[in-house]
């Protein structure tokens, strides 16, 4: 990476912001290769996904003020798991998945003792769907039921802001189910793509 970055002209130019829709795009490409793809193709978008970690901290490695390397981020994200995994590399006992929650969420917490708020954090980036199972998660920890995911689904919606209320009771449906309602979404638009596919291939379609 070091070497691209010193010898390419194209990549030289390239700063952390241009970078973005490339991140955006290896990482839904990556999701596709593990929900529809090979395995061949999975670890080709692995590695695809990893050469934008690389990018960007060879990009980070030249700034003149706040430099930092692969290393630095590496040592980091070990530094961090570390802490996170008190069950693996302390005296911390976890025997249920739900035991690692707490030692997970505790030591997140301690690492993020600014945050003045649960949604602090939250990236607004998120696919909508996405996005509105995680603030419902956010909400049920402070006590908060929104009025429209408390709600029945009723009749159809009759404007956008009806549409909204009946998308966020269905996402609180997925998420009192442990459903994930981006995923669900996803593989079913997979399904309408085979039929349009098929139909493009039907004589006279």
């Known amino acids: 990476m070091h ?7 194209w990549t030289q130019q390239i700063d952390h912001r241009a970078l973005v829709p490339y991140l955006v795009e ?6 596709d290769a593990v929900e529809a793809g090979s395995r061949a193709d999975l670890r080709e978008e692995l590695g ?3 050469w934008q970690v690389l990018f960007h901290a060879e990009v980070a490695a030249g700034d003149p003020d706040d430099p930092f390397d692969i290393d630095d ?3 980091d994200l070990t530094e961090k798991m570390v802490r996170r995994h008190p069950h693996v590399f302390a005296g911390e006992i976890a025997t249920t998945p739900e035991q690692v929650l707490v030692h997970w969420n505790a030591a997140k917490a301690a690492e993020k003792h600014a945050r003045t708020s649960v949604l602090d954090g939250v990236s607004w ?9 995680k603030l419902l998660g956010k909400s049920a920890a402070v006590g908060v039921a929104p009025a429209a995911a408390a709600a029945s689904p009723g009749s159809a919606p009759t404007d956008e802001a009806a549409l ?11 998420r009192a189910n442990g459903w994930d309602a981006e995923r669900a979404l996803r593989e079913r638009l997979r ?3 085979g039929e349009i596919r098929a139909a493009e291939q039907t004589p006279g379609s």
């Open 3 to 9: 070497a691209v970055r010193e010898r390419c002209v």
């Open 26 to 31: 290896e990482a839904a490409e990556l999701v």
């Open 48 to 50: 695809d996904l990893l």
């Open 73 to 75: 981020v590496a040592g």
């Open 125 to 133: 980036h998120m696919p909508s769907l996405a996005l509105a199972q």
């Open 164 to 174: 909204g209320d009946a998308l966020l009771v269905l996402v609180a449906t997925a």
């Open 191 to 193: 399904v309408l793509e």
